[in-house]
């Protein structure tokens, strides 16, 4: 049963729900579980970004002026609106799309900046940020919280 295609999280829910109670949990179940939870783009958690290493997205440094800068990949294709996706997490992912350049400037100091998409409190969206030398702690909450761009020394 369980090979015999790929379900959505809708039908394994409703086939749990269904089953659970008269059955319990089967080997089939369990089976379509994992087929479903391995396949979630959400769970391979891989960087954030929708594409494994953001090939979606061109980044840049610009070292005279110490900027650094991220923006969708423009293919050239006739009608394509360029745009790059992350996921950030919370209490669930939560699917972002940026459709313009964001920049960044650094202060003109030695040491390891952390770049990555963070929560502003003030709009509740998503701005390109940074942090310099983080703590052990910060660099937790980076992976656990935050987009982790890239970094830079």
């Known amino acids: 049963m369980a090979n ?3 379900r ?3 039908e394994l829910k409703q086939f749990v729900a269904q089953n659970i109670k008269r059955k319990g949990i ?3 179940m369990l089976s379509i579980m994992i087929d479903v ?3 979630d783009p959400a769970n391979l958690r891989t960087s954030g970004f929708y594409l494994p290493g953001g090939t979606d997205a061109v980044i840049n440094f610009d070292t005279p002026t110490r900027t650094f800068s991220i923006k969708p990949f423009d293919p050239l294709v006739e009608n ?3 745009r790059f996706g992350f996921f950030s997490w919370s209490y669930r992912a939560v699917y972002h799309r940026i459709f313009d350049e964001n920049t960044i400037q650094i202060p003109n100091e030695e040491g390891l900046f ?3 998409f963070g929560m502003n409190e ?3 969206l998503q701005e390109l940020k940074f942090l310099k030398n983080p703590s052990e702690t910060e660099f937790k909450k ?3 919280k935050e987009t982790i761009i890239s970094f830079i020394y």
């Open 122 to 124: 003030d709009t509740r």
């Open 4 to 6: 015999e295609r790929l």
């Open 26 to 28: 089967t080997d089939d």
């Open 37 to 39: 939870l391995w396949r």
């Open 8 to 10: 959505t999280k809708a």
């Open 114 to 116: 952390a770049f990555y």
């Open 80 to 82: 394509f609106i360029p």
């Open 142 to 144: 980076l992976y656990e």
